[in-house]
């Protein structure tokens, strides 16, 4: 199950609700059991077959083509509330529409039944069915907010406008052969559309919650009130479907439902107009900063200040390697924190510099709050307590006479520190066990010792848990499974932590590596540490090698695709080989180690992939990603 973060103020770990209860979509299917011949037929053409969905202003249906022989939907609309016109004018507008992220309009006609909409028929869920039912993670959101962009900047190239982006228009497919075909938007035009008689229907009665058509909760605030929308309102829209899928919280709905709010439509639209949104990070506080400030620059309430669609893709694509991909039901925020609005911010001082300072002192405030009352997961704390008790049991029985007691003895005591106290812990241990090889005539090893503890405290000063957890490296390396380390680098949560966990691997392998008898247990005099093992890190290679590591921790949970096993194997095959290749090539420009076999490699690497891809399954299963509720294959939005 996906992990999203409470809020700092109520608690700063994380937690996730698990998805319960019925079908997010209860509206009933019926069946239509009637013979081929005798079921409705529409334009002389459509035999509709059964009905998928249906609200105040329209009701979609499966229908057969009976003149090309296939399947399609029929959105049929009530003729009284179309104006032929305009009708007319609005589905060709998004007939000229041919993009992988926007379902097909094949066909528009008005009869003296109704209107007809005829688009391709989807098989899928709509992205309030998957959101409601757990079965997103914050990267399929970001994935599928990418393809949205996508789909917004074609239609705008072409003159058209959404008016309507919502997450029951999104429908994500069941199958998607390219990145842009994981999100298809829907019902284009269709807002303006039924908006036919704006005298005798003003914009809120159009947009009642659970219509088809749309609901007001994800307008943008000139469109509340009226006015013209634009490209800068389907942007708004976005944004607003982007920021309740990643926080499970719509703060415009929320706003509009507080008490406070006055009932009469066009007092709380003049309240929705001046409203500046909750930032997104103050939902959800280990979201990325730079989507956070796109999101929330595309949610401000006046249109010239929103940026553009592609600033919020570029970064989106900047966002997709460091968030969670993790599926599960966003736990329900506490009212008290996330619903408050932010301070209006005076006309006579709305300059972007005070807005700026304004956010970012917002942002220290909250920043300062959870660091402070965050505690260490204790898993990390078992890892870190288990890499120091070996790394101290290894040296006691390399190293003879450096520790008075066992070697069982003091890897229990060095756990026990370290687990108790992560940071000063870790330090202490590390000058303890350099103190004893220096008093036993080993100062080169001491001085590499000191050095192998500080490169992780140098590359992520304040993330102590992960410090010793690099010990595995050499380990691994023990066994000709070197490249294997930065897989398990990859599971790391950020990508910070992975870039520090990769490179302090590949330096400590250097370091306690006895190759030609000069690693951290061999060297015994200072000019041997320092010429034989510190002066060659100064080479290309060593760098060279640790960007490559870092770089392959990072692109690891890029492999996957969930919904397409076969298509993951191979991108994970394909990471293996270009890391093992990688690491033959930087490895051995560098004098201070020399470059691993290509069998060792290449196997080191396929089994750290062949471990990413098992780990994933296992976590899957357990929580209970394949026990979630199956939906419907044949829905449309």
């Not at 390697?321 to 911010?345: K, M």
């Not at 293996?576 to 691993?596: D, E, N, Q, V, Y």
């Not at 098992?614 to 199956?630: F, I, K, P, S």
């Amino acid at each position: 199950m996906r992990e999203r973060a409470k809020h700092p103020s109520q608690a700063p770990t994380i937690r996730r609700a698990p998805a319960e209860g019925p079908e997010p979509d209860a509206t009933p299917r019926i069946e239509d059991r009637r013979p081929r011949s005798d079921a409705p037929l529409v334009l002389d053409r459509y035999r509709l077959r059964r009905r998928l969905g249906s609200g105040g202003f329209a009701t979609v249906w499966l229908a057969r083509d009976e003149r090309l022989d296939r399947d399609v939907a029929v959105k049929i609309l009530p003729r009284e509330r179309i104006v032929g016109g305009r009708f007319e004018r609005e589905a060709r507008a998004a007939a000229r529409l041919a993009h992988p992220a926007i379902v097909t309009l094949y066909e528009a006609a008005v009869d003296d039944e109704g209107a007809y909409l005829v688009s391709e028929l989807v098989h899928g869920a709509t992205l309030a069915e998957l959101l409601d039912a757990g079965r997103l993670s914050d990267r399929d959101v970001v994935r599928i907010g990418i393809a949205l962009c996508d789909a917004l900047a074609h239609a705008h190239a072409h003159g058209v406008i959404h008016r309507d982006v919502k997450p029951s228009n999104v429908l994500v497919p069941e199958r998607a052969s390219t990145s842009t075909q994981l999100a298809r938007l829907t019902d284009f035009g269709v807002a303006r559309i039924l908006d036919s008689h704006p005298a005798h229907h003003p914009p809120e009665s159009l947009t009642m919650t659970g219509d088809v058509i749309g609901t007001a909760a994800y307008m943008a605030p000139e469109q509340a009130q009226g006015l013209p929308a634009g490209a800068t309102a389907d942007l708004f829209s976005l944004a607003l479907v982007l920021y309740e899928a990643l926080s499970g919280v719509n703060p415009v709905r929320d706003l509009s439902s507080h008490p406070s709010t006055p009932t009469h439509p066009g007092a709380r639209s003049a309240r929705r107009a001046g409203a500046y949104l909750p930032p997104l990070r103050r939902q959800r506080r280990d979201l990325p900063r730079e989507l956070g400030r796109a999101i929330d620059l595309a949610l401000r309430p006046r249109a010239g200040e929103r940026g553009t669609l592609e600033e919020l893709r570029t970064a989106l694509v900047f966002a997709g390697g460091r968030v969670a991909d993790e599926p599960g039901v966003v736990a329900a925020p506490w009212p008290q924190r996330t619903l408050t609005q932010r301070t209006p911010i005076p006309a006579e001082v709305d300059e972007p510099g005070v807005q700026a300072a304004i956010a970012s002192h917002d942002d220290r405030h909250e920043g300062r709050k959870r660091r402070a009352a965050t505690p260490t997961p204790w898993p990390r704390r078992a890892l870190a307590a288990a890499a120091s008790a070996a790394l101290t049991v290894w040296l006691a029985r390399r190293v003879p006479g450096v520790s008075p007691l066992p070697a069982p003895l003091i890897g229990c005591l060095a756990a026990a520190l370290v687990a108790a106290l992560p940071r000063v812990g870790w330090l202490i241990l590390t000058a303890a066990l350099a103190g004893s090889l220096a008093a036993h005539s080993r100062p080169g090893a001491a001085l590499l010792l000191l050095t192998a503890a500080l490169v992780p405290v140098l590359l992520s000063p304040r993330d102590g848990p992960t410090w010793p957890i690099a010990a595995a490296a050499p380990a691994l390396n023990a066994v000709g499974l070197a490249t294997a380390w930065p897989a398990l680098a990859g599971f790391a949560g950020t990508a910070r932590r992975r870039v520090a966990l990769a490179a302090t691997g590949w330096l400590w392998i250097v370091l306690s590596r006895p190759d030609q008898g000069q690693g951290l247990t061999t060297v015994a005099t200072l000019h041997d540490a320092t010429a034989h093992v510190l002066r060659p890190l100064l080479t290309l290679g060593t760098p060279a090698t640790c960007a490559v590591w870092a770089l392959a921790a990072i692109i690891l949970p890029l492999t996957r695709i969930r919904r397409s096993p076969e298509l993951e194997y191979i991108r994970t095959a394909a990471w293996a080989t270009a890391l093992a290749l990688g690491t033959i090539a930087t490895a051995s420009l560098g004098g201070a180690t020399s470059s691993p076999s290509l069998g060792a490699a290449l196997l080191g690497a396929y089994l750290g992939g062949i471990v990413a891809i098992v780990t994933r399954r296992v976590m899957a299963l357990a929580r209970g990603h394949q026990n979630t509720e199956r939906l419907r294959p044949d829905r449309v939005a």
